[in-house]
């Protein structure tokens, strides 16, 4: 180690929080310890003893963790992607085709995350099922252990995290590869546990996520299941196609004027303590991942319905002024806004989140209509209301209280 001339060292469970200093790197393996004194450090390994780690160059380069003239990462962040989607999809081809192929050879695929990545891995599932008709299980990873006896050499393990880092993440990988089952990583940190423990990965390119909300990681993920599925189907091309087409769109969606039309309703929810997102089928994981992002930054309690299940329970929950996202797509149009519809009779106030303006909107966000790229258009409207919120209750929106970037406990 002395040979680099190493005067100061960091010690950090995610890069982003030293890049500004070093880019020089030592990752860690399970049963590492270090000890860092004025000589130096050392890495003793609970198993094997002394062993001595590589440095390795993290590829970010400084710039792309300042702030850039932003008040937050948070905002800086979500509108990176126009560009970060783009760079999602720059993927080797023939990496493409070995992870099809592994789908096509696999009996029992499994998806499992955490957080907004599990709601990335869920709306992943409808889309393996519309576009190409393949049955996958979506897993919560620190639920994973309960579907442990499913695994076999046939299964296909899907494993994705932004950091690559997470805990619960790393048990699932680790479990599949106890028995047998291949692991493929969607992954953005280059060089994390998951690059290094998964047979495969796609990085997600998204550059370093400082603030501790997922935005453009989430939509980045998407991204890469539905080149996924499209590649499944036999309809790469076409896949590509579409999400390049989604460049002007998604710079449309983080213009100025959106963003000061989400201020407005922003302004509208700031006091209030409930708000409910309804969704049918891909738009059931929008308000999923939407509600998350409420709840974590803006600290409003936010929760997330499908619209069948309204009538199950939820229903008890409007009275009047009751504010509920809801999400509508073409394709369920008709039984979402009977939901709405629902909502609305009991005095709920209408959030439409839509391509169309529909009479039973009290306010209207207005989004293309994408079709199975819906999932990314959609999602981005409600990071800036988020975004707003927290900012309006003066909240830092980069570190919401109790949480972490990289949750590297179980
Ligand atoms: O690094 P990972 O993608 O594995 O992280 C998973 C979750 O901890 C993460 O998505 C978390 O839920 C975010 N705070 C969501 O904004």
Not at 321 to 349: H, M, Q, W, Y
């Amino acid at each position: 180690m002395s040979e680099l001339l190493i005067t100061e060292y960091f010690l950090s469970s995610d890069i982003s929080s030293f890049l500004e200093w070093t880019k020089k790197v030592i990752y860690l393996y399970d049963y590492d310890i270090v000890i860092a004194d004025k000589s130096g450090i050392r890495i003793y390994n609970l198993i094997e003893g002394e062993v001595s780690r590589p440095v390795d160059t993290v590829e970010w380069d400084a710039e792309q963790i300042k702030k850039g003239g932003f008040e937050h990462y948070m905002l800086k962040e979500i509108l990176e992607q126009s560009e970060t989607i783009q760079r999602a999809i720059q993927q080797d081809e023939s990496v493409v085709n070995r992870i099809v192929d592994e789908i096509r050879r696999a009996y029992g695929i499994f998806f499992v995350g955490c957080g907004s990545s599990y709601h990335a891995c869920l709306t992943g599932s409808y889309l393996f099922s519309k576009i190409a008709k393949t049955h996958v299980n979506v897993v919560l990873a620190s639920e994973f252990e309960n579907y442990e006896h499913f695994l076999t050499d046939r299964t296909l393990v899907f494993a994705v995290s932004q950091s690559g880092e997470t805990a619960d993440v790393l048990e699932a990988v680790r479990a599949a590869k106890r028995h047998g089952s291949k692991v493929i990583g969607i992954v953005n940190r280059m060089g994390s546990s998951l690059t290094r423990e998964s047979d495969e990965f796609l990085l997600m390119n998204a550059g370093p996520e400082i603030c501790v909300l997922s935005t453009k990681t989430y939509t980045s993920q998407v991204a890469l299941m539905t080149m996924l599925a499209y590649a499944l189907a036999g309809k790469y091309e076409e896949g590509i196609k579409k999400l390049k087409g989604l460049y002007m769109d998604i710079y449309n969606l983080t213009s100025r004027s959106m963003r000061e039309h989400l201020k407005k309703l922003a302004e509208m929810l700031v006091d209030k303590e409930h708000i409910y997102l309804i969704g049918r089928g891909l738009q059931y994981a929008t308000a999923l991942e939407a509600a998350l992002k409420i709840k974590e930054v803006s600290y409003i309690h936010a929760e997330a319905f499908a619209g069948g299940e309204l009538k199950h329970g939820p229903l008890a929950l409007i009275e009047d002024g009751t504010p509920v996202i809801v999400f509508v797509a073409k394709d369920n149009e008709k039984k979402i806004l009977s939901n709405a519809n629902e909502v609305k009779a009991r005095g709920g106030f209408v959030i439409g989140v839509s391509a169309e303006r529909h009479e039973i909107f009290d306010y209207w966000i207005k989004v293309p209509e994408c079709g199975d790229l819906n999932p990314i258009v959609q999602i981005i409207p409600m990071q800036i209301l988020a975004y707003k919120l927290a900012v309006l209750k003066g909240l830092d929106p980069d570190k919401p209280r109790n949480l972490a970037k990289s949750v590297t406990v179980i």
